[in-house]
C-alpha cells in the first residue's frame, strides 16, 4: 500500500466515480489510515453526498472507482464507500491495486472511430498546412503519424511555432517541442514515422481540458479492463 501513502501525503489528485457514472469527482486524497484501513478524499460542499449514498445503496458492493495521479505512477482500483464526515469521503483501503502505470502523463490513443487531425505550421512546409494523424494524446503532449520520408524534419529539440487541433468540441493551439521521432516497426496497425511533442505555451483552460479528457478515457479503459479481468 506504499502507493496509498505517497497519495495521502502528498494530497494526490484522484478521479471517483460510481459504476454506472451516475456521480463522478475529481478530487484529491487527503488521509492514509493504516490502523482502520481507511482512505479519506476531500468532499466540496456542492457535492450531492445524498445522491451518491442512494445510488450506492443500489450498486453491488456499494463500490466506487478510483484514478490517481503520483508523481511515479498513475494507480486504478476500487474501494467500499464507508461515510462522509465534515469534508471528506472514507472509503476502505482496497484489497487490490488493478493496475499501475508507471509514468505520470498517461498517453490516450484516440476512441476508435474518432480522428484527431494536428494541423502543423512551419517554416519547413511553407506552402500549406501540414495535417497529421494524432496516434495518442496526454495533458503533457502528443504524438503524431508521419511519412518516413517526414522524418528528416523533426529532429529532437525543434520548436514548432503552432500546432492546432480538435478535441471533442473544443479547438486547442499552443506551441509544441519535438521530443523524438522514429520509424514505426513494420507489421503493425501503422506504416511511417511516430513523432513525440511537447507541448509549450498552452493555455491553462485548454490543459484543463486536456487533463479532463484523458481522466475520462482513463476511465473507460479502466472499465474494459476491469471486465477483462
Same mark, same amino acid.
Given at each position: 500500500?506504499?502507493?496509498?501513502?505517497?497519495?495521502?501525503?502528498?494530497?494526490?489528485?484522484?478521479?471517483?466515480?460510481?459504476r454506472?457514472?451516475?456521480?463522478a469527482l475529481q478530487?484529491y486524497?487527503?488521509l492514509?489510515?493504516s490502523?482502520?484501513?481507511t482512505?479519506?478524499?476531500?468532499?466540496?460542499k456542492d457535492?450531492?453526498?445524498a445522491?451518491?449514498?442512494?445510488e450506492l445503496?443500489?450498486?453491488?458492493?456499494?463500490?466506487?472507482?478510483?484514478s490517481?495521479?503520483?508523481?511515479r505512477a498513475?494507480?486504478?482500483?476500487?474501494?467500499?464507500?464507508?461515510?462522509? &464526515?465534515?469534508? *471528506?469521503?472514507?472509503?476502505k483501503?482496497?484489497?487490490? /491495486?488493478?493496475?499501475?502505470q $508507471?509514468r505520470?502523463?498517461?498517453? =490516450?490513443?484516440?476512441?476508435?472511430g474518432y480522428?484527431?487531425?494536428?494541423?502543423?505550421?512551419?517554416?519547413?512546409?511553407?506552402?500549406?498546412?501540414?495535417?497529421r494523424?494524432?496516434?495518442?494524446?496526454?495533458?503533457?503532449?502528443?504524438?503524431?503519424l508521419?511519412?518516413?520520408?517526414d522524418?528528416?524534419?523533426?529532429?529532437?529539440g525543434?520548436?514548432?511555432?503552432?500546432?492546432r487541433?480538435?478535441l471533442?468540441?473544443?479547438? &486547442?493551439?499552443? *506551441?509544441?517541442?519535438?521530443?523524438?521521432?522514429?520509424k /514505426?516497426?513494420?507489421?503493425? $496497425?501503422?506504416?511511417?514515422g511516430? =513523432?513525440?511533442?511537447?507541448?509549450?505555451?498552452m493555455?491553462?483552460?485548454?490543459?484543463?481540458f486536456?487533463?479532463?479528457?484523458?481522466?475520462?478515457?482513463?476511465?473507460k479503459?479502466?472499465?474494459?479492463?476491469?471486465?477483462?479481468g
Amino acid at each position: 500500500m506504499n502507493f496509498l501513502r505517497e497519495a495521502a501525503s502528498g494530497s494526490c489528485s484522484a478521479m471517483i466515480w460510481t459504476r454506472e457514472k451516475g456521480r463522478a469527482l475529481q478530487t484529491y486524497c487527503t488521509l492514509f489510515k493504516s490502523s482502520d484501513q481507511t482512505l479519506q478524499f476531500h468532499c466540496p460542499k456542492d457535492f450531492d453526498v445524498a445522491g451518491l449514498q442512494q445510488e450506492l445503496q443500489a450498486s453491488p458492493g456499494a463500490c466506487c472507482f478510483f484514478s490517481m495521479s503520483l508523481p511515479r505512477a498513475n494507480i486504478f482500483f476500487e474501494a467500499e464507500f464507508l461515510e462522509a &464526515i465534515p469534508g *471528506a469521503l472514507k472509503f476502505k483501503l482496497p484489497v487490490t /491495486l488493478y493496475k499501475v502505470q $508507471r509514468r505520470r502523463d498517461i498517453r =490516450v490513443p484516440p476512441p476508435d472511430g474518432y480522428l484527431i487531425k494536428v494541423e502543423l505550421l512551419e517554416s519547413f512546409f511553407p506552402d500549406h498546412c501540414l495535417q497529421r494523424k494524432a496516434l495518442d494524446i496526454s495533458v503533457g503532449g502528443l504524438s503524431i503519424l508521419v511519412e518516413e520520408a517526414d522524418l528528416v524534419y523533426f529532429t529532437a529539440g525543434r520548436v514548432i511555432p503552432e500546432i492546432r487541433f480538435p478535441l471533442a468540441n473544443r479547438r &486547442i493551439s499552443c *506551441a509544441a517541442e519535438v521530443r523524438h521521432a522514429s520509424k /514505426l516497426p513494420s507489421g503493425g $496497425r501503422y506504416s511511417g514515422g511516430k =513523432v513525440g511533442m511537447l507541448f509549450i505555451g498552452m493555455a491553462d483552460a485548454d490543459q484543463r481540458f486536456i487533463q479532463d479528457y484523458v481522466a475520462e478515457q482513463q476511465r473507460k479503459q479502466f472499465i474494459v479492463f476491469m471486465k477483462k479481468g
